[in-house]
């Protein structure tokens, strides 16, 4: 893997966008990473260059059969003005597991994150400070012989991009309407649910498209067989708490292992509150409502951090949750997950990475 990262710095830089208004994924930083790989040379040519249009052939692989993986995660400025990644190499280990599902070349975890860092540091300035904002980075590789045919490609691109961000979802830390998917399927096993594929997202467009056309802001999943087990929201993972413990879905090879959803379970270790991972179904869940014994529910993402469901709604039964109210572990899981990202809150984890 190489080491030296060539650079280029824009001779336009562009106008910062109002931090008050930045929404989720419609700004993009001044300049990007991308790095080749063939299968003489490995992995090469790593350079930071001015943010631009990238031209491909309309033969390129990836329009045709999908070859893409991508990341999300996100850096933060402190009030001290240090710049903090949150648990970055879990997210390069998580996409080389991503790559391996799909006949990617692996690449070197800790020269990506040096990559990133390299990156963030000349657009630094980008980096919003205002509350609840963040730099949110997203490497993604795709596959790019122009040739016609089903196979892994013999070359590919490695791109690192920049957002500056607000709230990923509009409705920030008030609960969400969710709506539960029992048409539309997401994966099964030996499927590509547990890793950050592409086409996954695809998949779940139709589902989330008609949900908000109803007045949803996602889709819980459940799972491809039976559909009555819950797998995921579409953005998130999901946590149940009933009769005061926290149970979340089991990673059954269907799901993604997020990194949040990793870090919510150690918090609530740490907080002595039981958590539990094992499959739940959607009656279990609704028994539980009309048993008085579901206390909240939340997602939990990179993008939304930490999202409360205040409504569940499946066939013909909607439940109201917490009387639409943020619950008191959802509250202060976020309080302490934003806190440790921004240098506020001390990080007893050592899940924080100076850039």
Known sequence: MPCQINIERTKTPKKKPDQNNLGF????????????YSTEKGWHDPRIVP????????????????????EGLKAFKTKNGKVLLFRPMKNMERLNISN??????????????????????????WIPSCEGTSLYIRPFIIATDPYLGVRPSDTYKFFIILSPVGAYYPEGIKP????????????????????????????????????????????LWLDGIEKKYVEEVGTMNVFFVINKEVITPSLEGTILPGVTRDSVLQLLKSFKITAT?????????????????????????????????????WKDKTMIINNEETGEISRRLYKYLT?????????SFGWTMEV
């Not at 631009?52 to 991508?70: D, I, K, L, R």
């Not at 539309?184 to 139709?206: E, F, P, W």
């Not at 806190?339 to 990080?347: A, F, M, R």
């Open 277 to 313: 991972e094992r499959r739940i179904t959607i009656d279990e869940i609704f028994h539980a409502h009309e048993n008085g014994d579901l206390n909240e529910a939340f997602g939990t993402g990179t993008a939304a951090v930490i999202s409360p469901i205040g409504g569940l709604t």
């Open 100 to 125: 391996d599902r799909l006949c990617i070349p692996l690449i070197d975890a800790n020269f990506a994150i040096e990559a990133i860092k390299t990156l963030i540091k000349i657009d630094e300035d």
């Open 339 to 347: 806190g440790i990202q921004n240098g506020e809150i001390e990080d």
């Open 51 to 70: 943010y631009s249009s990238v031209p491909f052939e309309p033969s390129t692989m990836v329009f045709h059969y999908g070859q893409a993986v991508f």
């Open 25 to 36: 994924g419609k700004y993009f930083t001044d300049h990007m990473f991308v790095m080749d």
């Open 176 to 219: 969400v309407k969710i709506y539960v998917e029992d048409y539309y399927v997401r994966s099964t096993k030996g499927g590509l649910g547990n890793v950050k594929a592409a086409g996954n997202y695809a998949a779940s467009l139709k589902a989330q498209y008609e949900a908000s056309k109803k007045g949803y802001t996602q889709v």
